[in-house]
């Protein structure tokens, strides 16, 4: 085992990581812009090293000067959390030739799941169903428009080095495929550098569930069940749960199965995570392979009791996985909500600024993951996610209960946050009842501008009206949806900066 991580990233990622590395005995090297110089992370390493000015390009994203920092600092291995540089294959090339160790899958592996025919075809050649699509991008207007009827629209026009939703379109009839293609070829080859696009029928609301695995050096792989993430607006998640109600345990075995084989056949190693769309009847549909740790990884470690980020350690040192897939166990339910300084009553604006009051919940099963901390910034440069309340149930209900109670008793003030609309979600209808799908906050929050939308019920009609009104008048209201507890008070409107 190495001894000493640099972590390239920041935020409650950072600091996440360097937890699991104190614990394992391991000393941490922090990195951080001139916006994050009081930044947890930078406090809580044992050394941390400036790397440029604040815009990510020329700091986190910056390769030469963290391996430069790598190597002054004597680091043996690199973590790169997620985003920034974490699905990055030129990355983690660089820094296996520098002699460091990457805390992640291989080069090949990541390059190979970035492109997504390559991925699909790595799908249907280890049996995985994927949706019916071109296995290679169109060429011209005249294929895109024969592969669209043979597969029968809606379609849904994907770019080949895309993910995440970036360069997508829902094309519903063929008058509208022209167009919607030379739109998604230009979007592509801005947001990408490759103009090259495909095409998939498009599943209609689907659910969006996905399977964490672990994989080592030895051939060995399990999965530890699944995430339903649902539950988000314009392709950031905003809730997440572990298990998923749309799964019994023969479909739940049947999808693990599915990603272990992909990943096996793709010589992948390491954490890695396998989405699908699942569709009403119970269909599932292979759609990526993220290549890195992600943001909602607590849940699936509350209810296997396996710390992700000890056991991405292990592997990137080589030592075996050491369990088999009977040996993991899920129990429970975990729930977690992305507490970001954003203003979910006006269109989820970004809410930067200090942070003047810090009071977050605890108590048993209550687990906090911030990157902030009371009389700290958050700084304008990059995602606003603050923290990350996640809680365990030995059910659902329980587990529901546990969020609203913490979330209730979550105290911030100087930022808006996303407490209150995680409040109404807490106790939406179809929330409560599983009816989950990933058109549920366009339909339950007012078009996904963060209100609640008004319901039959008269007494719920009258507050949305009553905080509309409010909202149109300075100085603001609460939302219709909150229930002011003293603590939560200094999270509400009046204690924040002004609404912009
Ligand atoms: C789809 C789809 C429906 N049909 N593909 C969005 C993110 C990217 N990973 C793939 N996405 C989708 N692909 C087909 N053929 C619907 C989505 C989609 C979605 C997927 C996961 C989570 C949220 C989503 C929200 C809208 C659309």
């Given at each position: 085992?190495?001894?000493?991580?640099?972590?390239?990233?920041?935020?409650?990622?950072?600091?996440?990581?360097?937890?699991?590395?104190?614990?394992?005995?391991?000393?941490?090297?922090?990195?951080?812009?001139?916006?994050?110089?009081?930044?947890?992370?930078?406090?809580?390493?044992?050394?941390?090293?400036?790397?440029?000015p604040?815009?990510?390009?020329?700091?986190?994203?910056?390769?030469?000067?963290?391996?430069?920092?790598?190597?002054?600092?004597?680091?043996?291995?690199?973590?790169?959390?997620?985003?920034?540089?974490?699905?990055?294959?030129?990355?983690?090339?660089?820094?296996?030739?520098?002699?460091l160790?990457?805390?992640?899958?291989?080069?090949?592996?990541?390059?190979?799941?970035?492109?997504?025919?390559?991925?699909?075809?790595?799908?249907?050649?280890?049996?995985?169903?994927?949706?019916?699509?071109?296995?290679?991008?169109?060429?011209?207007?005249?294929?895109?428009?024969?592969?669209?009827?043979?597969?029968?629209?809606?379609?849904?026009?994907?770019?080949?080095?895309?993910?995440?939703?970036?360069?997508?379109?829902?094309?519903?009839?063929?008058?509208?495929?022209?167009?919607?293609?030379?739109?998604?070829?230009?979007?592509?080859?801005?947001?990408?550098?490759?103009?090259?696009?495909?095409?998939?029928?498009?599943?209609?609301?689907?659910r969006?569930?996905?399977?964490?695995?672990?994989?080592?050096?030895?051939?060995?792989?399990?999965?530890?069940?699944?995430?339903?993430?649902?539950?988000?607006?314009?392709?950031?998640?905003?809730?997440?749960?572990s298990?998923?109600?749309?799964?019994?345990?023969r479909?739940?075995?049947?999808?693990?199965?599915?990603?272990?084989?992909?990943?096996?056949?793709?010589?992948?190693?390491?954490?890695?995570?396998?989405?699908?769309?699942?569709?009403?009847?119970?269909?599932?549909?292979?759609?990526?392979?993220?290549?890195?740790?992600?943001?909602?990884?607590?849940?699936t470690?509350?209810?296997?009791?396996?710390?992700?980020?000890?056991?991405?350690?292990?592997?990137?040192?080589?030592?075996?996985?050491?369990?088999?897939?009977?040996?993991?166990?899920?129990?429970?339910?975990?729930?977690?909500?992305?507490?970001?300084?954003?203003?979910p009553?006006?269109?989820?604006?970004?809410?930067?600024?200090?942070?003047?009051?810090?009071?977050?919940?605890?108590?048993?099963?209550?687990?906090?993951?911030?990157?902030?901390?009371?009389?700290?910034?958050?700084?304008i440069?990059?995602?606003?996610?603050?923290a990350?309340?996640?809680?365990?149930?030995?059910?659902?209900?329980?587990?529901?209960?546990?969020?609203?109670?913490?979330?209730d008793?979550?105290?911030?003030?100087?930022?808006?946050?996303?407490?209150?609309?995680?409040?109404?979600?807490?106790?939406?209808?179809?929330?409560?009842?599983?009816?989950?799908?990933?058109?549920?906050?366009?339909?339950?929050?007012?078009?996904g501008?963060?209100?609640?939308?008004?319901?039959?019920?008269?007494?719920?009609?009258?507050?949305?009206?009553?905080?509309?009104?409010?909202?149109?008048?300075?100085?603001?209201?609460?939302?219709?949806?909150?229930?002011?507890?003293?603590?939560?008070?200094?999270?509400?409107?009046?204690?924040?900066?002004?609404?912009?």
């Open positions: 085992m190495f001894t000493k991580v640099l972590i390239a990233n920041r935020g409650e990622i950072a600091v996440r990581v360097i937890r699991a590395c104190r614990e394992a005995g391991l000393r941490t090297v922090a990195v951080f812009s001139e916006a994050d110089r009081d930044a947890l992370h930078v406090r809580l390493a044992d050394e941390a090293h400036a790397i440029g604040p815009p990510a390009a020329e700091s986190y994203l910056a390769m030469d000067r963290l391996i430069e920092v790598a190597r002054r600092s004597g680091a043996e291995a690199v973590h790169p959390g997620y985003g920034f540089l974490a699905e990055n294959a030129r990355f983690a090339e660089a820094c296996l030739a520098a002699g160790v990457f805390v992640g899958p291989p080069p090949e592996a990541i390059a190979r799941m970035g492109d997504k025919p390559a991925a699909r075809q790595a799908a249907i050649e280890a049996g995985v169903p994927v949706v019916p699509g071109t296995s290679e991008p169109v060429s011209s207007d005249a294929e895109a428009q024969r592969a669209a009827r043979d597969l029968g629209y809606p379609v849904m026009i994907k770019a080949a080095r895309g993910g995440g939703g970036k360069g997508m379109r829902l094309v519903a009839t063929p008058a509208e495929l022209p167009s919607a293609l030379r739109l998604a070829r230009s979007e592509a080859a801005s947001a990408f550098g490759d103009a090259a696009v495909y095409l998939e029928k498009a599943i209609v609301d689907p969006h569930v996905e399977i964490q695995v672990l994989a080592d050096a030895h051939g060995d792989v399990v999965h530890l069940g699944e995430r339903e993430c649902s539950i988000q607006r314009r392709h950031q998640k905003l809730v997440e749960e298990p998923s109600v749309a799964l019994d345990d479909l739940r075995s049947e999808m693990g199965a599915a990603a272990c084989r992909l990943v096996a056949a793709a010589g992948y190693q390491n954490a890695g995570t396998v989405e699908f769309l699942v569709d009403g009847s119970g269909r599932f549909y292979f759609l990526e392979v993220n290549t890195r740790l992600q943001v909602e990884h607590p849940v470690e509350l209810v296997t009791g396996i710390d992700l980020v000890r056991e991405q350690l292990r592997l990137a040192a080589g030592e075996k996985l050491g369990y088999a897939q009977a040996d993991v166990v899920a129990r429970g339910w975990a729930i977690e909500c992305r507490i970001s300084a954003e203003d009553a006006a269109g989820f604006v970004p809410s930067p600024g200090r942070v003047s009051t810090w009071r977050p919940p605890a108590g048993p099963w209550v687990r906090v993951d911030a990157g902030v901390y009371q009389g700290g910034e958050v700084p440069h990059y995602d606003p996610l603050m990350k309340l996640i809680v365990w149930g030995r059910d659902r209900e329980a587990a529901v209960r546990r969020m609203s109670a913490a979330l008793e979550f105290g911030v003030g100087g930022v808006r946050t996303t407490i209150p609309f995680h409040r109404a979600v807490m106790r939406h209808p179809d929330f409560l009842a599983g009816r989950l799908s990933t058109g549920f906050v366009e339909r339950a929050f007012a078009g501008r963060g209100l609640p939308a008004p319901s039959p019920d008269r007494a719920r009609v009258a507050a949305v009206v009553a905080a509309l009104r409010a909202r149109a008048q300075p100085p603001a209201l609460p939302p219709a949806s909150a229930v002011p507890s003293r603590w939560a008070m200094a999270s509400r409107p009046g204690s924040g900066p002004p609404r912009r």
